[in-house]
Nanobody, 120 residues
Framework: QVHVVESGGGLVQAGGSLRLSCAASGSTFRMYAMGWDRQAPGKQRELVAEISSVGMTNYADSVKGRFTISRDNAKNTVSLQMNSLKFEDTAVYYC??????????????WGQGTQVTVSS
C-alpha cells in the first residue's frame, strides 16, 4: 500500500511564503513523476507544478517565477516553495505521485490535501 502525506499548509499574508512538503512511502514503491495540484472553492482542480524523475519541471503560468518544485529521490519527497503568495493562490493543495509497486503498472497516488490560505 502506498501512502502520500502532505504538510506545510497554513495561513499567510499576501506577499509571504510557505513551503509544502510531501512524502510517499510503500513497500517496493518506485516513484516517477511528482507534482502538486490545487483546487480553490468553486473551481476545477488545476496543475500547479510537476517534476520528472530526472528533475525536469513544469509550472502553471500563474505561478512561474514565484513557485519552485524540488524532489529528493533518496527520501521519496517532493517540496513546493511558494513565494510572493497572492490571494488567488488560496486553495487546497494536493500532492500527486506517479509510480508503481513491485514493477507493476504505473498509477497515480494522491495525498489528502493541505489548505493554503492567503489573506489580502
Amino acid at each position: 500500500q502506498v501512502h502520500v502525506v502532505e504538510s506545510g499548509g497554513g495561513l499567510v499574508q499576501a506577499g509571504g511564503s510557505l513551503r509544502l512538503s510531501c512524502a510517499a512511502s510503500g513497500s517496493t514503491f518506485r516513484m516517477y513523476a511528482m507534482g502538486w495540484d490545487r483546487q480553490a472553492p468553486g473551481k476545477q482542480r488545476e496543475l500547479v507544478a510537476e517534476i520528472s524523475s530526472v528533475g525536469m519541471t513544469n509550472y502553471a503560468d500563474s505561478v512561474k517565477g514565484r513557485f519552485t518544485i524540488s524532489r529528493d529521490n533518496a527520501k521519496n519527497t517532493v517540496s513546493l516553495q511558494m513565494n510572493s503568495l497572492k490571494f488567488e493562490d488560496t486553495a487546497v493543495y494536493y500532492c500527486n505521485v506517479r509510480g508503481n509497486v513491485g514493477g507493476g503498472p504505473l498509477s497515480d497516488y494522491w495525498g489528502q490535501g493541505t489548505q493554503v490560505t492567503v489573506s489580502s
